[in-house]
């Protein structure tokens, strides 16, 4: 099929399954994963028009959104009629939609519990195969005045330096901050040293009025709050 045919064989399809046609005549909301991401393709292949490109695409990903984000750019080359523009095109997406998420409205900046702490910050260890260690810092009103990553590191772990954090808080005015780093392995629980330095950072917030509220361990399925779990 040439180009011409595959231009013609979206052109005659049903006007309501046109992705364009049916995003200006009924709204985005009104649009499949695979119709939204045909608007992105623009084209299909020598078989398959932008739409059956999608669908065969996100199927790969069993059709979900998060599996289909940590695509590389090799992983989605490898799709007939992916080239190098159109695999940079579906990744920034994605990311663009991941980082939306990191901007709640202004009312939901207020931390009243662990599920508010994750909610603003699962984003910022999506996906990542490394550690990454970050304070939250918050003012009197308990209202989050910034998140900033102390260190990074392997698989293994990452090194939560004290005088890091804490001229971070300084720099920031902190009234109090939350911790928080995650575990790729998935694992939940919290390592020795993950209580240890916990426990640390605790009492020298305490020697400069700079409560640590809480310290919070994230994978990709879930958190676990060591304040709520009543181990700080």
């Not at 049916?22 to 292949?45: F, M, Q, V």
């Not at 640390?200 to 958190?223: A, C, F, Q, R, W």
């Amino acid at each position: 099929m040439d180009k011409n045919e595959q231009k013609l064989k979206l052109k005659n399809m049903n006007l309501a399954d046109r992705p364009r046609e049916k995003l200006l005549a009924l709204g985005r909301k009104s649009l499949s994963d695979a119709e939204l991401l045909a608007i992105l393709l623009g084209t299909g292949n020598a078989t398959e028009n932008a739409v059956e490109l999608s669908k065969r695409i996100l199927g790969a990903y069993k059709h979900d959104l998060y599996e289909a984000g940590k695509a590389s750019l090799n992983d989605l080359c490898r799709f007939n009629g992916i080239g190098e523009v159109k695999a940079l095109s579906i990744i920034a997406a994605l990311e663009l939609g991941r980082r939306r998420r990191e901007y709640p409205e202004p009312d939901n900046f207020k931390i009243t519990c662990s599920r508010d702490l994750f909610n603003h910050l699962h984003t910022v260890f999506e996906d990542l195969n490394h550690e990454e260690f970050w304070v939250v810092i918050l003012n009197k009103a308990n209202m989050v005045k910034g998140k900033f990553m102390i260190s990074k590191g392997g698989m293994g772990g990452t090194i939560a330096d004290p005088k890091i954090i804490f001229t971070t808080a300084l720099q920031q005015n902190a009234a109090s901050l939350i911790l928080a780093h995650n575990h790729p392995s998935g694992n939940l629980s919290p390592s020795q040293e993950d209580i240890h330095i916990t426990r640390k950072l605790i009492e020298v917030g305490k020697l400069l009025e700079m409560p640590v509220l809480d310290h919070l361990i994230v994978t990709n399925s879930g958190y676990i709050s060591l304040a709520d779990e009543g181990i700080i």
